[in-house]
């Protein structure tokens, strides 16, 4: 079922290869301002083009339905579409009967009995993303308060360097040269590698998040999980705080700046699932790209017999490279979601 | 919000200092033979007694208050409760205005505006998760082909010795000796350690799971980070991923005993959010007790100076040790929740 | 599935003849005053021993096992459960084939395939409405500016004497001579009669509700129709509307008392789903109690032949009379839901 | 919020005279077959063109977006939007601080500090109730063995006249005569009638619905009272069960045609919110439009002075006329989500 959250909430629709992908947006604060514009930067962030991603260029420019008038939210659902225009359907009628690994081919064949749209992978497209970053723009305006900022922070194993860990380096992977040999060697080698995104979200109260289930962990790791790729999340110390004594992982509180807050940031600033006042941190694992030109064996699932396959279409090196807008834009969708829930009589 | 899941759904109540905790069930399938004897075994598993838990000892006996007639589910909602006997509210008195650090103290007491029972934790104790192991014994009849298994495979850093990784340790701490003496040091330390709990789920059908949103991994994860003291988790390879290349990373299919299913299992079972009919496999980081008795500096909320604190009451050295059979009840009732959504018309 | 609502969120559980029944209520704001005293009021409303009401007398004292701390609302769940005593489980054993006319004997057991517990009714019994009208008392706290008064106003077919459309005769069934002598005549005949209730809410401001789905009637009427027996409900002029032209009908606005509203209330306070800050009235159709002693004639689902059959144990002539006051609980439920939905950025 | 379901999940956006109105449907069955065609009779049912009904005519051509692939539901979200393109917003102008009587101009005004689009209702206009009719044919496709008809039986308070209860008048208001008079009256005075549409739903197996909360008639009310101009509803006897005798009110069992059912319908075919196998029967009552082109006072919420107003624009003389289909695609929206709610495992 394709949406996600109870007073704020997204739901995308479409297919890779059909007309158009789009989003609905369900309980936007009236009056917030919204122009096709604002969607720009963010799209763009989204866009491949750089060394290491795709050369499939869409133009992505969204078209406001609903839910917008003389500027403004109205209040009413917000739908937004983008039309699907460079789509290379032939790519994919050789793969209809040989599932391509890592992808969700067989796995949306299974659960759809066959009638999934296999086309550029159908719904599970990387390109359903795109709604999910024009959600994320209305999200943020939902919390003008909070600062979201997601950079690459590993790609191919290799972390940023030492010298380069307070620049924020959000998308220009091309800043880091010895990222861009790697994914130069993985492109010359047909193959593909992945990396590390570490999210930072500033300026949020405290008290926002539920105890047990609607923690702000479990409703940000639900919408990051849903980014295709996604091999884990940790917060604050992560899986290191498994390999901390508590007299280390613990964050005493302090006041500073005419406010209590935790003095140092272990627990990524959530303590039982509400936030504690200081920067919510987290860091996301991305596997690398599934589709490779070099060759693969698998089954055909017609015949049961292991084939060859050397996936066609125009990939991109290493997703990671795209994904710190989208993983943004997830954080904000859960964090708008859980803002709203909050009750303030 | 309290509750989780869509169709099999879960909510629990209860503080830890109350007269009672307790869970209702909904959507539990009619029929399924349940009797209280059917807890007794994985309540056990979650009980403290062996070395580095608390030595707090309940009775853990569940009521069964409705939804069971004649031995049998009646299709109608389950609710089950626990008595609160062994509490000591007097230890929690002096913590009213300095918050532990680690704990929801602070940050229950911003959300509710000091409203929230401080006594022991109030509702964020680590005792709620005995209804959550309630549940989860529900959810795994629910699940009868499913073999749900967890065990703790690192403590304090020290990963389980490489002769017995083929030997499935759920619960026996004990039995690896190198942990026994790392957690012995923490205690005459008065400090605490953390701990990584692997779980791996077989049996499941190909086919569970949405696309997006809802894919396995996000209603898995979601679960997961509603158990107090999680900091990461992980799937199939995990973080590693992040650092492989596609060619080793992606798993191509295979036709062996006589079903389509993945040759390796990088994905964790599950392509798309949809499982793949391999097993499901996932790791959790536990972050180390934040209840130490080492002194501990944080502020006074009220008169928001610094002080030093030692927490009184009685814990774990480890809370990764009782974890195994909550980590495996949250990821039964998350996959109860998918399996009964699943359409079969 | 047995919840309603997102915000403020209402769980019931348990059977006729069961150990209890009882409420889970999520969504509390905290730092609501509230006592098991509170209660005492509206379950008296509710209970029988007025002529026409059922000889079965329950002590119906709340117990409330969470959520409650020091005398106020913690904002976690507040679980309230009472005992079952006074049951007479053997009256139904002779009714295990022989589904009684008009209840839900036999769909239940369709349903969930003869493993509902049939004793009493089970889960359908009315006296599930028990911890309903508790969380109506909860509910009206979360709407303390609201006055919700519903009262009986016709019995029998008989309306409310003329006389006595002034005064608010919210359950004193009995002040209306008429209508206690029509109880005694359905009850010597062995038989049952209906009645219908009217239910009005004043203070609500203007705002509240959604367009479409969750507008206030959808989700007044979804609560509505939720207590046992109801079946019909109509809002301001109701099915009279159907009768009227739109320049009688429609509700011109005014401005009095310092605020805008409706000069008269042909829509019953509620404008597109939103309430438009007149009262909110509205009307319910109770069915005459299905459980009499005179001879009916039904099937044995066993043999498939009819039999004839006398409900045993003991019920009310008219369960209309004991109405109002779940009536308001439903009302007030929805209300709180949808208050607490509404946005206050 | 504007979304309705669990399983069977129906979202619609747009305003009256923005680009598109449109509706997202997630749940529906991978295979359905589904072609534009398929959406023609029913949106030729809803259109205005007949006696009585406003001239403004759309061309009402579905676009699918998505969720169909050669033919045939993905499984994946549908989405299927329609354009607006004879829309006149000048007329709506002058209104912009004279709100409507009867309409949601006032209401929408306060919920969303005058944000809302004005023009020709905005998202309140009763051109919404296009893609409903849409996911109404989707969910009739669900409910393949079901036979759902709505049909008027009542206009201006002219019952269908006897001779003809036999008949299946559907949408044919024209072909009873007295109430073509009772239009032509109405239309002449500048004023409207209201109406009522009784609803049959055949072919149902028992079983279908929830205990309580999520009873049939919770649902199917639930839903209904999301048509704008609904004004009350009632199931099988209805009210008129208020001032029937329990002995006469009650349904017996028989077994016929080879399974157990009701020998009459007083409930409407549900008990204890539970199917019985019997045609569900509820009857609807729609006021009289709220649009008229008589002279009306209202108030200037800018200068609250009072106002004449003469409502322009282009209208339905009974919006009735139009509904029945409307209120099938309701009930069939309802029972589809209970129906893929009901578990079978």
Redesign the interface.
């Known amino acids: 079922?394709?949406?996600?959250g109870?007073?704020f909430?997204?739901?995308?629709?479409?297919?890779s290869h059909?007309?158009?992908?789009?989003v609905?947006i369900?309980?936007v604060?009236?009056?917030l301002p919204i122009t096709t514009e604002d969607f720009a930067g963010e799209i763009a962030r989204r866009k491949s083009g750089s060394n290491g991603t795709t050369p499939r260029i869409e133009a992505d420019e969204p078209?406001i339905?609903?839910?917008v008038?003389e500027g403004?939210?109205?209040?009413?659902?917000?739908?937004i579409?983008f039309r699907n225009q460079n789509t290379h359907s032939s790519d994919y009628e050789a793969l209809r009967d040989v599932?391509r690994?890592?992808?969700?081919d067989?796995?949306?064949n299974?659960?759809?009995?066959g009638?999934?749209?296999p086309r550029g992978g159908?719904?599970?497209s990387g390109r359903?993303t795109l709604p999910i970053v024009a959600a994320g723009v209305v999200a943020k305006k939902m919390l003008s308060k909070a600062n979201i900022i997601a950079q690459l922070i590993?790609v191919?194993?290799v972390p940023k360097p030492e010298s380069m860990t307070d620049v924020k380096v959000q998308d220009a992977a091309i800043a880091v040269q010895i990222w861009d040999e790697i994914l130069a060697k993985?492109m010359a080698?047909n193959?593909?590698?992945?990396?590390?995104v570490e999210c930072c979200i500033d300026g949020l109260p405290?008290?926002i998040?539920?105890?047990?289930?609607?923690?702000a962990?479990?409703?940000i790791?639900?919408?990051?999980?849903?980014i295709?790729g996604?091999?884990?999340?940790?917060?604050?110390?992560?899986?290191a705080?498994?390999?901390?004594?508590?007299?280390?992982?613990?964050?005493?509180?302090?006041?500073s700046e005419g406010r209590?807050r935790p003095a140092k940031n272990?627990?990524?600033g959530?303590?039982?699932?509400?936030?504690?006042?200081g920067p919510i941190i987290f860091r996301v694992?991305?596997?690398?790209?599934?589709?490779?030109r070099?060759v693969?064996?698998?089954?055909n699932?017609k015949t049961?017999?292991?084939e060859t396959l050397i996936v066609p279409g125009r990939h991109d090196a290493c997703i990671?490279l795209r994904a710190p807008v989208i993983v943004e834009a997830m954080a904000a969708i859960a964090l708008a979601d859980l803002v709203?829930?909050?009750?303030?009589?």
Chains 1, 2, 3, 4 share one sequence.
């Open positions: 079922m394709n949406v996600f109870k007073n909430r997204v739901q995308i629709f479409g297919e059909g007309p158009v992908i789009g609905v369900d309980g604060k009236a009056g078209q339905l609903s839910g008038f403004h939210a109205t209040g009413t659902p917000l739908a579409i599932p690994p890592g992808h969700a067989w796995t949306a299974v659960k759809w009995n009638f999934n749209d159908g719904h599970f359903l590993e191919g194993g993985a080698e193959d593909s590698v992945g990396g590390i405290a008290g998040g539920e105890p047990f289930w609607d923690s962990e479990s409703l790791s639900h919408a990051i999980f849903a295709p996604v091999r884990g999340i940790e917060f604050g110390d992560g899986f705080a498994a390999r901390m004594k508590g007299s280390e992982h613990n964050d005493p509180f302090e006041y209590i272990g627990s990524g959530i303590n039982g699932g509400i936030t504690n006042g694992a991305f596997k690398p790209t599934s589709s490779i070099k693969q064996k698998t089954l699932i049961n017999e292991l990671a709203t829930t909050k009750k303030q009589w």
